[in-house]
């Protein structure tokens, strides 16, 4: 299972961090996955990493704007944003594989081959 947290209402060119605690499995080898989804709009992969060697792929919206890490102390992922644009806004979700072997170096697997999914937390930039 996980639980999302971090998300908040944040200015433009802000930055936020949200967090994704896992119970039940390690993060010691998966595919982390993190998806937004803005109203009205489809969900939209924002980018994934493989936790054993932290290998990323990301979205070309958020590239060298966000970041995904792992603590395996503390079975928790983040996604860290920065330069937040209103176009950001959205709900955010995190999403495990529990195998890294899915992972591929270039693209991040489809939003059905992750097996948990956290509940979405809320991202709003103003302008």
């Known amino acids: 299972q996980l639980q999302a947290s971090g998300g908040g209402l944040v200015q433009a060119g802000g930055s936020l961090r949200l967090s994704c605690a896992a119970s039940?499995?390690?993060?010691?080898?998966?595919?982390i996955g993190w998806f937004r989804q803005a109203p009205g709009n489809v969900r939209e992969e924002v980018g994934c990493?493989?936790?054993?060697?932290?290998?990323?792929n990301y979205a070309e919206s958020v590239k060298d704007r966000f970041t995904i890490s792992s603590d395996s102390a503390e079975n928790t992922v983040y996604l860290q944003m920065n330069s937040l644009k209103p176009e950001d806004t959205a709900d955010y979700y995190c999403?495990?594989?529990?195998?890294?072997?899915?992972?591929?170096?270039?693209?991040?697997?489809?939003?059905?081959?992750?097996?948990?999914w956290g509940q979405g937390t809320l991202v709003t930039v103003s302008s």
């Open positions: 999403a495990v594989r529990e195998s890294g072997s899915y992972y591929h170096t270039g693209v991040c697997i489809p939003y059905y081959e992750y097996e948990y």
């Open positions: 990493m493989r936790s054993k060697d932290g290998n990323t």
């Open positions: 039940g499995f390690t993060f010691d080898d998966v595919v």
